[in-house]
């Protein structure tokens, strides 16, 4: 293959239809990284000899060490394939397949077209198997299926090559089963959404539609079938592999049959009628080798037999002869077997040929990018027709894929990741991507090792005698920066050039606000920045190299984004472009340890290491209790193991203590007993519940004596908190819309002497709609399911549900049943809250703060709080508070009558002067009244859940045990 030049890879990459995104997705220790170092040592960056041993994707010590891969690294790679002259850019994104890391997984999906999903032969389809198809399918976009280490079918399991052809069959099965689960699922939901917009009322009509819809879906490029091309059967160890086509081009002279016929049938129950010279189904049923045993499989069979079996030199000889290969001399001298098999069956198969020929011909390019991801990415879970027709018509600029488009440049950040600076290339001409090095370039690179070793051994020497300057060096180098941030970002449409300027779009970014004030003439916009980009690098594994634009379709490297991004967001120099969809959150962190500093000295420097381990960590949590711990959520154990070594090593740079790790609990509440502690039946009589709901009645006062709180707890059913605990996301985005409504009255009210009504844009969307009243009937059926004695109470109280939490969408609620006007969760008008009166609005905002504390951290063991109902049953002011309200509302009904009372000294003026006089007293003393209704609130809500039977919750671990027949039903594992 040739190698091409720097202006000719600069002009590849301008070409959106030759490029081809893609990502390994595989569970762990399915081959990913040995696939990967294949595909590599195509392009001449590590020998072939050295792919899966070196593991080059991998540049993480502690990844060599354990032999797994804990981050997604990218590197872009040059292919051409046989029977074409185009040439193609494959950005190739190798993603880690352990549990812990499936955040890095969903940060490589969101910026490919396609997937290569990895399956180990022997195991099967395993749990992250099935995860990672349904984050790729979340995603929409497109997979093959290889199915690796058929080796091990061979020299392990001993399998002849009917077994291993049935034992194929039944992985391909496996995985086709997994497909068909997601596609039911999506067809059923449609299904059921189209019926909901109908409002068919099975009451009025006789006859009801039952059909699902799955009989006219369409299917037939869902499955991985082998006749299509999607499938590859690959040895990555040994370095070969291949599909039907290939085999099929082969035959197709030998047998006289048509390569269609044959690219069809080497893959099922078919044989050959050698009377009739055609290919026949039922193969099994006539006792016949189906084409792929007879014609492939037994083939590979002769070859492991004859090189590892037999070791026979003259057999193996024939065979390399008959299949035309010629050998190196150091091959076939060698005397390791494993290697002279590597050399005949990468030559015969080449594995790299294989699988970069099926993704240049089966994925898609950029270009290719479809209507139902694009609305997917910018809808951010709203119905596509109902955002802002400026935002809609950004749905034709991505499908055209223009890279000359000057008006619309867009760009989406799936991570901040650390780079050390020795790794980037800053020189302007850089070694061209997939060309080897030269003889002149190897011996320029060991001279300047030599040096840089000599330059240290120098250092070494005189550091005894010079130990004052040696400690001024240490500051510096300490306080130098040792890693630089850069976002790992795909362009989806424009060009990004260096020092391009660009809206860095927050996730509660709302476009008519924007467009507004825009309009408006306003030059800073809510939750929208401005950022300048410093460079941009493109990813090769280990090394960064410099490139001076980057058009749509390519994944670069971003620097200069640090101060801007925490960790994900949408780069754009349009406002009308929303904020891309979050990330798909498949495991939340769980395990916990508290770290501090082993000098005190030194917690200014853990709490900015904590800080930047936070932003390049997709799925660490830092916080700090108010015990003052500085706490580290991790995924796992592996995962947390990496955070302490990054902390340690590359952001902090100090020596810190970790504890054991903090088992996760949630604290919740729990209905009385039914039973005595003589195990007899407690009978419930109306004094009894009376007395009880009357223990169970907190009532607490604000510290300046003007508001009292009447407050208690009710445990929610155990399905209520589980339905809400599910719906955690929709309710996230039901409550970034509202807020998003109130941030555009605010603009529009501030920016506008009119005050003009709200848009339609600003009320929540249909669908959104829909979701919530879903909720709404489905929280009213999870009650029911309980006793009706015990949830008769909750279902009157579900109407009145005014906020979730913590973090206002967690699985507990809050319940308004006082005279106080707090808006329901329910309604559907984001601006719901605006109508009230400024002093109402003054309440509500902090009892909604205060609920939202006490469930962040519960009164047991600082934990959140899980199933717990919260009703704020009175809320009673101080006489003059309330007439302070009552002349706050008089003004807002009838402003210009009580302005003229004011004025003229009347009653009202003198109520009003007696008010403020006693108001300002108090607050002297006290601070406002809105200040001390959080702590109030707050230590209420307490109280209420003490008073209840009160239980800590712990979290189940499952996992799922995999072993070989022969020892099910022994007693080999002690629990």
Known sequence: MRNLTSDEFLLLRRKPRRIRNICILAHVDHGKTTLADSLVANNGIISQRMAGKLRYMDNRPDEQERGITMKSSAISLHYQMSNRTDNFLINLIDSPGHVDFTGEVSTAVRLCDGAIVVVDVVEGCAPQTVQVLRQAWKEHIKPILVLNKIDRLIVEKKMTPMEAYQRLVQVLEQVNAVMGSLFTTKILLEQDQRRSEKSVNIEDKETFDWDAGLEEADDSSLYFQPELGNVA????????????????????????????????????????????????????????????????????????????????????????????????ARDAKQSDVKGYLFAICSQWLPLSKCILDMVCDKLPSPSELSEERIQALISNHRRFDSLPEETRKLKEVFLKCDSKSKNLTVAFVSKMFAVDPADISRTGTQRPTGQTLSMEEIAARRQQVRLLAAQAQKANQNSEGQAEVSSAVSNEVKEKPSAIFMGFARIFSGTLKEGDELYVLGPKHDVQTALLMEAQGATSFPHVGRVKVEGLYAMMGREMETVGEASVGNIVAIAGLQDHLVRSGTLSTSLACPAFTDLHSVSAPIVKVAVEPKRLADMEQLDKGLKLLYQADPCVEVYVQETGEHVLAAA???????????????????????????????????????????????????????????????????????????????????????????????????????????????????????????????????????????????????????????????????????????????????????????????????????????????????????????????????????????????????????????????????????????????????????????????????????????????????????VQPQRLMVAQYSCIIQTTSDVLGKNVLSC
């Not at 269609?260 to 099994?284: P, S």
């Not at 709200?758 to 879903?774: F, H, Q, T, W």
């Open 233 to 328: 059967f690959v040895s990555a160890v040994d370095g070969w592999g291949f599909t039907t086509e290939h085999f099929a081009a082969i035959y197709s002279d030998k047998l006289k049959l048509s390569r269609n016929v044959l690219r069809k049938t080497l893959w099922g129950d078919f044989y050959i009628n050698i009377k009739e010279k055609k290919v026949q189904r039922g193969a099994l049923n006539k006792g016949k080798k189906p084409l792929f045993v007879q014609l492939i499989l037994e083939n590979i069979w002769q070859i492991y037999d004859a090189v590892c079996n037999k070791k026979d030199k003259d057999l193996t000889d024939k065979i390399v002869t008959a299949l035309g290969l010629q050998l190196h």
């Open 636 to 946: 796992g154990e592996v995962h947390l193991q990496k955070c302490l070594k990054d902390l340690t090593d590359t952001f902090a740079k100090i020596e810190i203590n970790a504890s054991e790790p903090i088992v996760a609990f949630r604290e919740t509440v729990v209905p009385p007993p039914k039973v005595d502690m003589m195990s007899e039946a407690i009978v419930d009589t109306q004094e009894n519940t009376s007395s009880t709901k009357k223990k169970a009645l907190i009532e607490i006062t604000t510290p300046n004596k003007q508001c009292t709180l009447r407050i208690r707890a009710i445990p929610l059913p155990a399905a209520a908190s589980e339905l809400l605990e599910n719906s955690a996301h929709m309710i996230k985005t039901m409550h970034r819309s509202r807020k998003g409504g109130q941030n555009a009255a605010a603009a529009l009210l501030q920016n506008s002497e009119n005050q003009p009504a709200l848009p339609a844009e600003m009320v929540l969307s249909g669908e959104l709609k829909d979701n919530m009243e879903k909720l709404r009937n489905d929280l009213k059926e999870a009650c029911k399911e309980e006793d009706p004695k015990d949830t008769n109470e909750i279902l009157e109280l579900m109407d009145k549900i005014c906020s979730f939490g913590p973090r206002n969408c967690g699985p507990n609620i809050l319940v308004n049943a006082s005279s106080l006007p707090m808006p329901s969760v329910w309604s559907d008008s984001s601006s719901s809250s605006c109508t009230q009166s400024s002093k109402a609005a003054d309440f509500i905002a902090p009892l909604l703060t205060g609920f939202q504390l006490s469930t962040l951290a519960g009164p047991l063991c600082e934990e959140p709080m899980m199933g717990v109902c919260f009703v704020l049953q009175d809320f009673l002011l101080a006489p003059e508070v309330a007439a302070t309200t009552v002349l706050e509302r008089r003004k807002s009904e009838s402003p210009e009558i009580v302005n003229k009372e004011e004025a003229s000294g009347g009653q009202v003026g003198e109520v009003k002067r007696e008010l403020e006089e006693t108001s300002q007293s108090t607050m002297s003393a006290y601070g406002p009244l809105s200040g001390q209704l959080i702590p109030t609130m707050k230590e209420g809500c307490r109280r209420a859940f003490q």
